[in-house]
Structures are given as structure tokens and as C-alpha cells.
């Protein structure tokens, strides 16, 4: 068994820890270090160490210039050192599972392993999430941004249906039914992440209003709401070409993220407007990326 370590930016710790289990680790674990914050809440710092866990050493040529490739469309110019350390076969079995610890988030929600006990005398929203080979565990800031307005916008008033596109662990679209969102449908275009989405409900006992889909498109046959879409920029670029506006009811939301801050939020920030949809202020920004929300015009 081998262990692939390399320091990044935290900002891009889960779309790495995505692409490693895509080219064939049995996990990930990402590990804060350094000294300055990203953000109070989640106690989380401006780098991390990430770790993959193999069967067999991969060829250079697999890992290298694909990294290379994916930093750079995140935004990160330089390449990490590749450090490479085989190690006995039941270290690697719960070793990912080491650094994920419970993470408050808004006013009601934690966010715990499932492997872990809940702390004592907890009075939040317990949400219940095993990633396994799924984005999605809360502790990357467009995860934690999304769940945290999530909060704030059930606060103000609970929206009565959700679309969640690209639900990877299904982290949001169970915050939302626990948030008491009566129907929410979620959508994915990896099998694995809807088998993880539909298991990581039934840990949390959801046994109505949450359905999940296997699409690669904007359904055609939902509006909601709330729509939530925490994925990259370029995808929701070619959602909002598809027709996204569509799926969104008169005076209704969307909440988008997987923006990187600058550039990118202006990008969509004008694609939105070009399909009449209105970007609300302020946009919320979490280290390095941004949560925005727009509405419908009903145009």
C-alpha cells in the first residue's frame, strides 16, 4: 500500500481530493497546517497537506501532468513536491478518516462523520456524512458557504422545494430536508456520487421528500424554489445555457458556488445577467471563493 502526500492551498483541498479517488486512491484525508485561518467557524488554514491512499503506485505520468493541468484551472501556478511513502496494509484502512472532525456551521448545523459520536449535550442539526468517493464533507469553504446560507435563507423563510445539482455526498440537499425543506431532488452524473448521496440519507433518516437522480443535464422536468448548485464556474456557465432559469420558480433562488473570487464571480455574475437573473448582494465570500445568490425576475 502506498500514501501520496503534498502540501496545496485549502482552498482547493476537496476538487483534489475528488480528482485522487477518481484516478484510483481508496480515499483522501486532508490535514490543516500553517498558522492563518481561512475562516473562524471552521477553524480550517490557508494550506493543507493532502494525503491518497493506493493500492499500487500509479506511473508518473498519471499523476503529474494532470495535477499540473487541474492546479492551474483552479488557479494555482506552482506544482507541489510528490512525496511517496509505502506503508502496511490496515494503516491505510481508517488513516483518511483521521482528520475529519465535527464542523459547526450557521446558527444550527453540525456536521459530523459517521464515524464519529455525537458530542454531548449537542442542541444542532446533526448532519451525518460519509464522503467516500463523493465531494462534499463541509469543511471546503464552497461547501461550508453553501450550507451556511442554506441556513440563513430557511431562517428567513423556508423555502417549500429544493433542486440540488451536482450533490456529490448529497451534503446539502439532507441539510436542507433536515432544515425542513419538504421536497428536495438531487442530481448527479456519477453513480457513485448518487449511491453515496441515497446512503449518506438513509444514515441521516431520511425516509421521505428526498429524491436522487442519476442526470448529466438540467432536468426538464423539475422547478423548485431553491435551486443550489456548488460546483465549478465553466459547468454552471453551460447549466445556465441549458435553460437552468427554467427549473426556477417565479421569485425564487439560486445559490452558486464552486466560484473562485475576482474573475470568475464576475463571469457568472454577467451570466446571470444575461439570463435574467439577479445577482443579490452582498456576495459572500469564504477564502478564496464566493457563494452568490440570484433570483428569478420572473421575466
Avoid at 493506493?54 to 513536491?81: C, N, R
Avoid at 494503516?91 to 453540525?110: M, S, T, Y
Avoid at 423563510?157 to 433536515?178: E, F
Wanted: with cysteine; glycine share 8%; aromatic share 6%.
Amino acid at each position: 500500500m502506498w500514501t501520496l502526500s503534498f502540501e496545496i492551498p485549502a482552498t482547493v483541498s476537496e476538487h483534489i481530493s475528488q480528482w485522487l479517488m477518481d484516478i484510483g486512491s481508496m480515499g483522501a484525508s486532508i490535514e490543516d497546517i500553517g498558522q492563518a485561518p481561512v475562516f473562524d467557524q471552521g477553524g480550517h488554514f490557508e494550506r493543507c497537506l493532502i494525503h491518497g491512499f493506493f493500492d499500487e503506485k500509479p506511473p508518473a505520468t498519471l499523476l503529474e501532468i494532470p495535477l499540473q493541468l487541474l492546479l492551474q484551472s483552479l488557479g494555482i501556478q506552482s506544482m507541489p513536491t510528490l512525496l511517496w511513502q509505502e506503508q502496511q496494509e490496515q494503516d491505510w484502512q481508517n488513516a483518511w478518516k483521521e482528520n475529519f472532525h465535527p464542523i459547526e456551521v450557521g446558527q444550527r448545523l453540525l456536521i459530523l462523520p459517521s464515524w464519529l459520536e455525537e458530542p454531548a449535550h449537542n442542541q444542532r442539526i446533526v448532519l451525518r456524512i460519509d464522503p467516500q468517493q463523493a465531494f462534499g464533507t463541509g469543511g471546503h469553504e464552497t461547501t461550508f458557504g453553501c450550507l451556511e446560507q442554506l441556513d440563513r435563507l430557511s431562517l428567513q423563510q423556508t423555502p417549500v422545494s429544493m433542486l440540488d445539482l451536482g450533490t456529490g455526498s448529497g451534503i446539502l440537499a439532507i441539510a436542507a430536508r433536515k432544515l425542513g425543506i419538504p421536497h428536495v431532488i438531487a442530481t448527479d452524473n456519477d453513480p457513485i456520487a448518487v449511491a453515496t448521496a441515497q446512503e449518506n440519507g438513509r444514515l441521516n433518516g431520511i425516509v421521505s421528500g428526498l429524491e436522487v437522480r442519476l442526470c448529466d443535464t438540467v432536468p426538464q422536468d423539475v422547478t423548485a424554489q431553491l435551486i443550489t448548485a456548488n460546483i465549478l464556474a465553466p459547468v454552471i456557465q453551460a447549466m445556465l445555457k441549458q435553460g437552468l432559469k427554467g427549473c426556477l420558480q417565479p421569485k425564487g433562488t439560486l445559490l452558486l458556488s464552486g466560484i473562485l473570487a475576482g474573475e470568475q464571480a464576475q463571469t457568472i455574475r454577467m451570466a446571470c445577467q444575461q439570463h435574467q437573473l439577479m445577482v443579490q448582494e452582498p456576495i459572500h465570500i469564504y477564502g478564496d471563493w464566493v457563494v452568490m445568490r440570484a433570483q428569478h425576475t420572473m421575466n
